[in-house]
């Protein structure tokens, strides 16, 4: 026998001869001795499950918070999800409108192949408007200030008057001193004979004189630079200011629609129906011509209507757009051969 056998056989008789138990010498003895088990399994109490009161500690808190945000962080990540699925899917909708709205944009048929034919017919410029319109009026030493107010004044004399006469009086105006200061100093009747014959001279004086007198007033002797503020000017409408705007500013507000215009507009059909002014017709033309072709859309139709599409007669024997014209196949009798 070892040594360890030995101590544990002293230790056995030790505890029977004392009668003393202890539930570590019992649960020892399970393991030494089967004497002891039908007293152990007597005396071992059923163990009932413990319960653990457990106090929320602040990092307890911090964590379920963290959780409680991810949680929302985790919901409002779903809904930004769907926020987005929602936004593609009405971009592709608002892309589908456009598409649809580009499509459903009425437009003249064929009017690209009648505005090539007319720059075509157009493109030697001989007409009275290439060589004589407002923008051929102006004193060539004139200043840029005075440039855009003798233009201002050829606009306003050109109205219901002919390329050729509106040219001549400006010829006059230039050589008299076609400037606000020198205008507005002027008598009625030497003005009134200056521009003479151009139509309504009468009120033009008047208005002329007006307008020169705001334009020292209020722009230092220039003139306004918006279609608002020039329609502002007594004697100019919004034909007049948008063309003025292109003639002095070089810049594009809206086109230009004279008499010319708008008949030549509404023989095309590129009026969806008849219109009865040139506001109409501007507001129509706007509507569906690409913007780039705005600023010569004015320049080529005049000058179009004053050689070929005359307003009595149109000369639609010699035009290019003869075969495909609503007027010309509506009422060939009554143009010119
Ligand atoms: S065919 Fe006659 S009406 Fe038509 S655009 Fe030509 S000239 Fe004008």
Request: charged content about 30%.
């Amino acid at each position: 026998m070892n040594k360890r056998l030995k101590l544990a056989g002293l230790a056995a008789s030790r505890t029977l001869r004392s009668g003393k138990t202890t539930l570590v010498d019992a649960d020892s003895s399970e393991k030494t001795s089967p004497y002891f088990a039908g007293e152990k399994r007597s005396a071992r109490k059923k163990r009932t499950p413990i319960k653990i009161e457990h106090e929320a500690t602040k990092d307890d808190e911090m964590n379920a918070k963290e959780r409680e945000d991810a949680a929302v962080s985790t919901d409002v990540a779903d809904v930004k999800v769907e926020e987005r699925e929602v936004e593609n899917k009405n971009a592709e909708q608002s892309t589908d409108l456009k598409d649809i709205k580009d499509e459903e944009r009425w437009m003249p048929p064929n009017w690209e192949t009648v505005l090539e034919n007319i720059k075509e017919m157009r493109k030697d410029e001989t007409a009275p408007v290439d060589t004589m319109g407002c923008h051929k009026c102006t004193d060539r030493n004139a200043s840029p200030t005075m440039f855009r107010y003798q233009s201002l004044v050829a606009l306003m004399l050109s109205s219901q008057t002919k390329d050729q006469v509106t040219f001549a009086a400006m010829q006059r105006l230039n050589t008299y001193g076609c400037q606000p200061d020198i205008i507005v100093a002027t008598p009625d009747d030497v003005l009134g004979k200056l521009i003479h014959p151009v139509g309504f001279w009468k009120k033009k004086v008047q208005y002329i004189k007006r307008t020169s007198t705001i334009l020292l007033d209020k722009y230092d002797g220039d003139i306004p630079k918006t279609v608002k503020e020039l329609c502002e000017l007594p004697g100019v409408g919004p034909k007049m200011a948008h063309l003025c705007m292109r003639v002095a500013w070089g810049e594009v507000s809206g086109i230009g629609v004279d008499t010319h215009v708008h008949r030549i507009c509404n023989r095309l059909k590129w009026v969806r129906k008849p219109t009865k002014t040139p506001e109409e017709t501007r507001n129509e033309l706007e509507d569906w011509l690409p913007k780039p072709l705005w600023s010569e859309v004015n320049h080529l139709l005049v000058g179009f209507g004053q050689e070929t599409c005359l307003p009595r007669f149109p000369k639609c024997s010699e035009c290019l757009n003869k075969d495909i014209c609503p007027y010309a196949s509506k009422s060939g009798e009554k143009t010119k051969k």
